[in-house]
């Protein structure tokens, strides 16, 4: 059963993985072009800027929840058993 909920978690850690990098290749190509647009429609104005900014903090979110290992489900897990042992010693 152990080994079936580390395949479970390892799955869907690699899916996370492979969503964020797909998530990143996707905003550089994306600003890529709105920069290319911004350059042969108005160069004195840079607006791409602004997209790029925003989507940027949303990537960002992204990364730290994929490769933020501190606050997964493997943290839940052994915060309940913290907690469990916890209950044992007082009772």
């Not at 799955?11 to 994306?30: G, N, P, Q, R, S």
């Not at 940027?56 to 839940?76: M, P, Q």
């Amino acid at each position: 059963m152990e080994k079936d909920q580390k395949y479970v978690r390892a799955k869907k850690k690699m899916e996370m993985l492979k969503a964020f990098y797909i998530h990143l290749t996707v905003y550089i190509f994306v600003n890529m072009l709105l920069l290319a647009i911004n350059l042969l429609t108005n160069p004195e104005i840079w607006w791409f800027l602004y997209p790029l900014g925003g989507w940027g903090v949303g990537l960002f979110i992204h990364g730290l929840t994929t490769f933020a290992s501190g606050f997964g489900s493997d943290w839940e897990s052994r915060k309940i058993k913290e907690y469990m042992e916890k209950d044992k010693k007082k009772y």
